[in-house]
């Protein structure tokens, strides 16, 4: 179990929070008790509430570092997400309860002067609380755990929450005891703000919100700078949890056979894993032209090639055969690549002659722009 928890540090940070909530729960409740404190005692509620959301994220958390499988290729991040969403809500809804209760308060006109153990219990809290907060926060970090972040800012707003206590506690025993409600509900305001930037993040990203704008430019920028790569477009980003998902088109020379595109391609994917940040994967699309701003259609595709030029080919008396077919697709327009053998004993002046016809012969194909013919020094018959 102990080499468990030093493998994840996140479930132990989760661990240690949920019970530091439930003793400090046990002291503001019992310190609002002994200490006549109205505050106290819903501070203590709202550390018990931290015990749900302290279940919620170490939940989602886990699942959250679960591999990839066959039902979830792009790994079970959105987990997290959901985790942190929730969270937020929970802030939001504490801190709506504790401004209700200290509206009470003060409508009712049911002030106390709260005694020493109150302040006592507000203070314990708001110290545990901050090292929790910043303790949290690093391993959130440093894990790139959203969920863990978003617990972090949780033990936050409860600091918060014990400083109002404080403040009230102390203004009370001053003899200005509205200065308990008035500063809860100052407070809560606070907490609930918090509360919405959690949820709002989290919902953000289960709506696969992008990365910024800045960080769009520098990935763009660093593709373009890669050998091979004529110009990038079309990149988009997505968040899942604490990683990035991202697919981009690179534009490459129009010429580059069909493998050393993918080499290019798959060299852009690697080098933009290696070294970016919480990068999973990246969908990488090689294009010969910019499609961005139209629809390439190209109708002489391999199949309508291969019959119309076998065609030709079979009816020459001098070519042997066919050995390659290249099509290139750039500008709207077809170039097709012809190789052929040459019959045995033909002399190079008729070799020559019979070229210039098949090549004639080939361009009166529909949809063929440009033709080009050679002769293959190493035949490999496939026709």
């Known amino acids: 179990m102990l080499n468990y928890f030093q493998k994840n540090p996140g479930v132990r940070i989760i661990v240690i929070g949920a019970l530091a909530n439930l003793l400090l729960a046990a002291l503001k409740i019992a310190g609002g008790i002994f200490g006549r404190s109205t505050a106290m ?80 219990a507000a203070v314990t809290s708001l110290g545990v609380k901050e090292i929790l907060f910043r303790y949290t926060l690093a391993t959130g970090e440093k894990t790139n755990s959203p969920s863990l972040v978003a617990n972090a800012w949780h033990h936050r707003s409860d600091a ?22 008035i500063a809860a509900i100052l407070v809560s305001i606070m907490i609930m703000k918090v509360g919405y930037d959690i949820a709002f993040k989290g919902l953000s990203d289960l709506m696969d919100t992008a990365l910024s704008e800045e960080e769009t430019r520098r990935i763009e920028a660093m593709i373009n700078k890669f050998p091979g790569v004529i110009q990038t477009h079309n990149l988009r980003t997505r968040r899942i949890g604490g990683d990035v998902l991202m697919d981009v088109h690179i534009l490459v020379d129009p010429e580059a056979s069909v493998t050393e595109g993918h080499q290019i391609a798959e060299s852009v994917r690697r080098e933009l894993i290696r070294t970016m940040d919480n990068v ?33 080919i079979d009816s020459m008396k001098d070519i042997e055969g066919r050995t390659q077919l290249r099509a290139h697709y750039h500008g709207g327009k077809t170039t097709l690549e012809v190789y052929v053998t040459m019959k045995s004993g033909i002399d190079p002046d008729k070799a020559n002659s019979a070229l210039m016809e098949l090549k004639a012969h080939l361009e009166t194909i529909e949809h063929i722009h440009e033709v080009r013919v050679f002769i293959d020094p190493n035949p490999n018959l496939i026709h």
């Open 280 to 312: 999973q994967d990246v969908l990488v699309h090689v294009d010969t032209e910019d499609d961005a701003s139209f629809e390439t259609i190209y109708w002489a595709n391999r199949s309508y090639l291969e019959k119309h030029v076998d065609k030709i």
């Open 160 to 181: 918060i929450s014990s400083i109002a206590a404080l403040i009230g506690i102390g203004g009370a025993m001053a003899g200005y005891p509205i200065m308990d409600p």
């Open 41 to 120: 005692i819903a501070d203590g509620i709202h550390s018990l509430s931290d015990l749900l959301t302290d279940g919620v994220v170490l939940f989602t958390h886990k699942i959250g570092q679960l591999p990839a499988d066959e039902n979830h290729p792009y790994g079970h991040g959105r987990a997290e997400t959901i985790g942190s969403t929730l969270v937020g809500a929970v802030i939001i809804i504490a801190g709506f309860g504790l401004a209700y209760e200290s509206w009470k308060i003060i409508a009712t006109d049911a002030f106390r002067i709260p005694l020493i153990p109150a302040a006592l």
